[in-house]
Structure formats: structure tokens, C-alpha cells
Nanobody, 131 residues
Framework: QVQLVESGGDSVQAGGSLRLSCTAS????????MAWFRQAPGKEREGVAA????????YYADAVKGRFTISQDNAKNILYLQMNSLKPEDTGMYSC????????????????????????WGQGTQVTVSS
């Protein structure tokens, strides 16, 4: 079983920055595909950013391109999301996710994280951006 624990959520003013972290653990944990999703109140969960280790590729939702950066420290099993120039519409519960398999084909085709690709989920960390 894989455990994912997020941290770093906070309340910030528009234009501010935050860095989210997701620490992964578990028996023989290893995931080629990891991602961040977010869910705003009353809205469906949406993919924010994904990273595929085997190819070094990153994928972003259009709404966050140029502002958010996903990265990982493989030695420490930590996934990061650097968020700059935050906007009120970035408010939501941010969750990290990991894929069981080595392929995130839907994420690659769409160009942004697709829920179907991911098997393990964290509880989330709240980000609130005020205007």
C-alpha cells in the first residue's frame, strides 16, 4: 500500500506564492507517474500538473501554465508543486496522486493529469487565495 501525505497549504494574498509537498511511502513504493489535482468547493476535481519520471516530462493544465512548476526529489520520495502568481481561482483542496503502473497514457494524450491514470491519493492540503 502506498501512502501520500501533502503539506504546505495556506491562505495567501493574490500574487503570492506557495510550495506544496507530497511525501510518499509504502512497501516497495515506486511510481513513474505522479500528479497534483485540485478541487474547489462545488466543482469537480481537476488535474493541475503531472510528472513522468522515465521521460522527465511534465504536463500542466492551461490554467496554471507559466505559474506552477511540478518537480520531485526521487531520493526522498517527495513531490513538489511550486505555485507562483496565485489567483483567487486557484483556491481549492490540492491532492497528490500516484499511478500504480508505469504508463500515464491518458495524461500524455490530454497533456494534463487525468484521474483515470492514478491509483493512490493523498488526503489533500487546503490552498486559499484572497483578492
Amino acid at each position: 500500500q502506498v501512502q501520500l501525505v501533502e503539506s504546505g497549504g495556506d491562505s495567501v494574498q493574490a500574487g503570492g506564492s506557495l510550495r506544496l509537498s507530497c511525501t510518499a511511502s509504502g512497501h516497495r513504493y515506486s511510481s513513474n507517474c505522479m500528479a497534483w489535482f485540485r478541487q474547489a468547493p462545488g466543482k469537480e476535481r481537476e488535474g493541475v500538473a503531472a510528472i513522468i519520471s522515465s521521460e522527465g516530462g511534465t504536463y500542466y493544465a492551461d490554467a496554471v501554465k507559466g505559474r506552477f512548476t511540478i518537480s520531485q526529489d526521487n531520493a526522498k520520495n517527495i513531490l513538489y508543486l511550486q505555485m507562483n502568481s496565485l489567483k483567487p481561482e486557484d483556491t481549492g483542496m490540492y491532492s497528490c496522486a500516484a499511478a500504480h503502473g508505469i504508463s500515464c497514457i491518458n495524461t500524455k494524450v490530454v497533456g494534463a493529469p487525468v484521474e483515470y491514470d492514478y491509483n493512490y491519493w493523498g488526503q489533500g492540503t487546503q490552498v486559499t487565495v484572497s483578492s
